[in-house]
Protein backbone atom coordinates (compact mmCIF):
# COMPACT_ATOMS: atom_id res chain seq x y z
CA UNK A 1 0.00 0.00 0.00
CA UNK A 2 1.16 3.32 -1.19
CA UNK A 3 1.74 5.96 1.96
CA UNK A 4 -0.94 8.95 0.69
CA UNK A 5 -0.08 12.84 1.91
CA UNK A 6 -2.67 15.36 1.84
CA UNK A 7 -1.48 18.97 0.74
CA UNK A 8 -3.41 22.11 2.35
CA UNK A 9 -2.40 25.29 1.32
CA UNK A 10 -1.04 27.49 3.88
CA UNK A 11 -4.68 30.13 3.16
CA UNK A 12 -6.79 27.19 4.04
CA UNK A 13 -5.17 26.09 6.91
CA UNK A 14 -5.40 29.56 8.39
CA UNK A 15 -9.22 29.67 7.61
CA UNK A 16 -9.53 25.93 9.33
CA UNK A 17 -7.17 27.65 12.01
CA UNK A 18 -9.89 30.68 12.64
CA UNK A 19 -13.12 28.45 12.13
CA UNK A 20 -12.04 26.27 15.22
CA UNK A 21 -11.17 29.68 16.90
CA UNK A 22 -15.12 30.92 16.59
CA UNK A 23 -16.21 27.27 17.55
CA UNK A 24 -14.15 27.70 20.68
CA UNK A 25 -15.71 31.04 21.18
CA UNK A 26 -19.29 30.52 20.61
CA UNK A 27 -19.24 27.42 23.36
CA UNK A 28 -17.12 29.37 25.97
CA UNK A 29 -19.77 32.35 26.13
CA UNK A 30 -22.79 30.83 27.11
CA UNK A 31 -25.26 32.10 29.42
CA UNK A 32 -28.08 29.68 30.65
CA UNK A 33 -28.99 25.74 31.04
CA UNK A 34 -31.85 24.57 27.61
CA UNK A 35 -33.33 21.08 27.19
CA UNK A 36 -32.15 19.54 24.51
CA UNK A 37 -33.54 16.54 22.53
CA UNK A 38 -30.25 14.08 23.75
CA UNK A 39 -28.71 15.79 26.26
CA UNK A 40 -28.21 19.44 27.87
CA UNK A 41 -26.65 22.23 26.00
CA UNK A 42 -25.90 25.96 27.50
CA UNK A 43 -27.29 29.22 25.29
CA UNK A 44 -27.26 32.59 25.79
CA UNK A 45 -29.48 34.50 23.63
CA UNK A 46 -31.95 37.63 23.84
CA UNK A 47 -35.46 36.84 21.82
CA UNK A 48 -37.90 39.60 20.99
CA UNK A 49 -41.36 39.17 19.98
CA UNK A 50 -43.00 37.22 17.86
CA UNK A 51 -42.42 34.04 19.42
CA UNK A 52 -41.96 30.81 17.83
CA UNK A 53 -44.08 28.15 19.69
CA UNK A 54 -42.32 24.92 20.28
CA UNK A 55 -43.02 21.90 18.63
CA UNK A 56 -45.90 19.76 20.01
CA UNK A 57 -47.32 22.40 22.09
CA UNK A 58 -50.61 24.44 21.79
CA UNK A 59 -50.31 28.16 20.47
CA UNK A 60 -49.62 29.82 22.87
CA UNK A 61 -51.77 33.22 23.96
CA UNK A 62 -50.56 36.02 21.46
CA UNK A 63 -50.72 39.61 23.05
CA UNK A 64 -50.95 43.09 21.25
CA UNK A 65 -48.31 43.31 18.14
CA UNK A 66 -47.19 39.20 18.63
CA UNK A 67 -46.57 39.28 22.06
CA UNK A 68 -47.03 36.25 24.26
CA UNK A 69 -49.00 36.80 27.17
CA UNK A 70 -47.67 35.07 30.26
CA UNK A 71 -49.56 34.79 33.88
CA UNK A 72 -47.90 35.27 37.10
CA UNK A 73 -50.41 32.88 38.27
CA UNK A 74 -50.43 33.52 42.47
CA UNK A 75 -46.28 33.29 42.65
CA UNK A 76 -43.87 35.92 44.76
CA UNK A 77 -44.18 39.08 43.90
CA UNK A 78 -41.32 41.71 44.99
CA UNK A 79 -42.05 45.49 44.32
CA UNK A 80 -45.12 47.88 43.84
CA UNK A 81 -48.30 45.25 42.63
CA UNK A 82 -48.89 48.22 40.40
CA UNK A 83 -46.13 49.40 38.69
CA UNK A 84 -45.85 50.00 35.48
CA UNK A 85 -43.59 46.87 34.00
CA UNK A 86 -43.31 43.22 35.31
CA UNK A 87 -40.77 41.49 35.01
CA UNK A 88 -41.37 37.10 35.55
CA UNK A 89 -38.38 34.72 35.83
CA UNK A 90 -38.36 31.20 34.97
CA UNK A 91 -35.59 30.03 36.94
CA UNK A 92 -34.37 27.22 38.74
CA UNK A 93 -32.22 27.27 42.12
CA UNK A 94 -29.95 24.55 40.98
CA UNK A 95 -29.05 26.16 38.12
CA UNK A 96 -25.44 28.10 37.72
CA UNK A 97 -26.97 30.49 35.08
CA UNK A 98 -29.86 31.57 37.59
CA UNK A 99 -27.29 31.84 40.12
CA UNK A 100 -25.19 34.14 37.92
CA UNK A 101 -28.23 36.37 38.24
CA UNK A 102 -28.65 36.91 41.00
CA UNK A 103 -25.14 37.80 42.05
CA UNK A 104 -24.83 40.11 39.11
CA UNK A 105 -28.11 41.42 37.84
CA UNK A 106 -30.36 41.02 40.08
CA UNK A 107 -29.22 43.66 43.30
CA UNK A 108 -28.90 46.22 40.43
CA UNK A 109 -32.15 45.98 39.15
CA UNK A 110 -34.00 45.93 42.26
CA UNK A 111 -32.20 49.03 43.38
CA UNK A 112 -33.00 50.92 40.25
CA UNK A 113 -36.66 49.68 39.31
CA UNK A 114 -38.02 47.21 41.85
CA UNK A 115 -37.57 49.36 45.22
CA UNK A 116 -38.20 52.17 42.93
CA UNK A 117 -41.73 51.53 41.61
CA UNK A 118 -41.03 50.97 38.13
CA UNK A 119 -40.69 47.24 38.02
CA UNK A 120 -42.70 44.56 39.43
CA UNK A 121 -40.45 40.77 39.74
CA UNK A 122 -42.43 37.69 39.87
CA UNK A 123 -40.48 34.24 40.09
CA UNK A 124 -41.84 31.63 38.85
CA UNK A 125 -40.34 27.50 38.75
CA UNK A 126 -38.54 25.92 36.33
CA UNK A 127 -36.30 23.21 37.86
CA UNK A 128 -35.06 21.20 35.11
CA UNK A 129 -35.18 17.29 35.00
CA UNK A 130 -31.23 16.56 35.32
CA UNK A 131 -30.67 18.87 38.34
CA UNK A 132 -31.36 16.60 41.22
CA UNK A 133 -32.10 19.10 44.08
CA UNK A 134 -34.21 21.53 41.99
CA UNK A 135 -37.80 20.14 42.51
CA UNK A 136 -37.00 19.78 46.23
CA UNK A 137 -35.90 23.24 46.61
CA UNK A 138 -38.31 24.96 44.37
CA UNK A 139 -41.04 22.95 46.62
CA UNK A 140 -39.38 24.63 49.97
CA UNK A 141 -39.27 27.99 49.00
CA UNK A 142 -43.14 27.28 48.21
CA UNK A 143 -42.92 26.07 51.75
CA UNK A 144 -41.21 29.26 52.94
CA UNK A 145 -43.48 31.83 51.33
CA UNK A 146 -46.53 30.50 53.24
CA UNK A 147 -44.57 31.83 56.27
CA UNK A 148 -44.04 35.09 54.56
CA UNK A 149 -40.34 34.46 53.73
CA UNK A 150 -40.16 33.76 50.41
CA UNK A 151 -37.58 36.28 49.14
CA UNK A 152 -35.22 35.66 52.09
CA UNK A 153 -34.96 31.89 51.84
CA UNK A 154 -34.67 32.77 48.04
CA UNK A 155 -31.18 34.62 48.34
CA UNK A 156 -30.00 31.54 51.00
CA UNK A 157 -31.14 28.92 48.50
CA UNK A 158 -29.05 31.55 45.79
CA UNK A 159 -26.12 32.01 48.03
CA UNK A 160 -25.69 28.79 49.65
CA UNK A 161 -26.71 26.05 46.82
CA UNK A 162 -24.84 25.01 44.14
CA UNK A 163 -24.74 23.80 40.21
CA UNK A 164 -24.31 20.42 41.56
CA UNK A 165 -27.08 20.52 44.18
CA UNK A 166 -24.73 20.65 47.37
CA UNK A 167 -26.66 22.73 49.67
CA UNK A 168 -29.70 21.92 48.39
CA UNK A 169 -30.53 18.69 49.67
CA UNK A 170 -33.80 18.01 52.39
CA UNK A 171 -31.34 18.28 55.33
CA UNK A 172 -29.95 21.59 54.05
CA UNK A 173 -33.46 23.07 53.10
CA UNK A 174 -34.69 22.33 56.91
CA UNK A 175 -31.93 24.09 58.67
CA UNK A 176 -32.53 27.46 56.31
CA UNK A 177 -35.53 27.52 57.66
CA UNK A 178 -34.50 27.26 61.01
CA UNK A 179 -32.00 29.81 60.34
CA UNK A 180 -34.68 32.25 58.97
CA UNK A 181 -36.72 31.55 62.43
CA UNK A 182 -39.92 29.83 60.80
CA UNK A 183 -41.83 27.54 62.44
CA UNK A 184 -39.81 24.36 61.76
CA UNK A 185 -42.59 22.10 62.67
CA UNK A 186 -44.82 23.49 59.72
CA UNK A 187 -42.09 23.56 57.68
CA UNK A 188 -40.95 20.20 57.69
CA UNK A 189 -44.00 18.55 57.59
CA UNK A 190 -44.57 20.76 54.51
CA UNK A 191 -42.03 19.58 52.87
CA UNK A 192 -42.23 15.91 53.60
CA UNK A 193 -45.11 15.99 52.47
CA UNK A 194 -44.71 17.12 49.14
CA UNK A 195 -47.52 19.96 49.49
CA UNK A 196 -46.52 22.07 46.76
CA UNK A 197 -45.20 19.79 44.63
CA UNK A 198 -48.40 20.31 42.05
CA UNK A 199 -47.75 24.30 42.85
CA UNK A 200 -43.92 23.47 41.34
CA UNK A 201 -44.91 21.42 38.17
CA UNK A 202 -47.90 24.05 37.43
CA UNK A 203 -45.36 26.58 36.71
CA UNK A 204 -43.25 24.38 34.91
CA UNK A 205 -46.19 23.70 32.44
CA UNK A 206 -46.97 27.31 32.17
CA UNK A 207 -43.27 28.18 31.33
CA UNK A 208 -43.04 25.14 28.69
CA UNK A 209 -46.39 26.65 27.06
CA UNK A 210 -44.93 29.83 26.96
CA UNK A 211 -41.65 28.79 25.19
CA UNK A 212 -39.35 28.64 27.98
CA UNK A 213 -37.09 25.68 27.38
CA UNK A 214 -34.15 26.70 29.45
CA UNK A 215 -33.19 28.88 32.60
CA UNK A 216 -32.83 31.58 33.25
CA UNK A 217 -35.98 32.75 31.35
CA UNK A 218 -37.54 36.35 31.23
CA UNK A 219 -40.59 38.04 30.13
CA UNK A 220 -40.49 41.76 30.35
CA UNK A 221 -43.36 43.79 29.66
CA UNK A 222 -47.39 44.11 30.98
CA UNK A 223 -50.38 41.78 30.87
CA UNK A 224 -52.13 44.50 28.87
CA UNK A 225 -49.11 44.92 26.18
CA UNK A 226 -47.91 41.80 26.10
CA UNK A 227 -44.64 40.57 27.04
CA UNK A 228 -40.75 39.96 25.26
CA UNK A 229 -38.82 37.06 26.09
CA UNK A 230 -35.57 37.58 27.19
CA UNK A 231 -32.96 34.14 27.58
CA UNK A 232 -29.78 33.15 30.16
CA UNK A 233 -28.24 35.38 32.49
CA UNK A 234 -27.68 38.81 30.55
CA UNK A 235 -25.71 41.68 31.57
CA UNK A 236 -27.82 44.05 33.75
CA UNK A 237 -27.26 46.45 30.33
CA UNK A 238 -29.28 44.27 28.38
CA UNK A 239 -32.61 44.36 31.34
CA UNK A 240 -31.94 47.65 31.67
CA UNK A 241 -32.46 48.21 27.86
CA UNK A 242 -35.36 46.27 27.77
CA UNK A 243 -36.84 47.69 30.76
CA UNK A 244 -36.59 51.30 29.51
CA UNK A 245 -38.26 50.61 26.34
CA UNK A 246 -41.06 49.57 28.24
CA UNK A 247 -41.26 52.34 30.27
CA UNK A 248 -41.03 54.71 27.20
CA UNK A 249 -43.92 52.99 25.36
Known sequence: ????TITIKKSTYKKIQIALVVVLVAFAFTGGFVLGGSGVSTKEQVVVQPQ?????QQPQQQGPAGRVQVSVDDDPV???ANAQVTVIEFSDFQCPFCKRFYDDTEGQLKANYIDTGKVKFVYRDFPLSFHQNAEIAAEAADCALEQGKFWEYHDILFTKGSGDGTGL???SLKQYAADLKLDT???NQCLDSGKYKNEV???TTDGSNAGVSGTPTFFIGSPQKGYTMLVGAQPYATFQQAIDQELSA
Open 1 to 4: MSDE
Open 52 to 56: QQPQG
Open 78 to 80: LGN
Open 169 to 171: DSQ
Open 185 to 187: TKF
Open 201 to 203: QKD
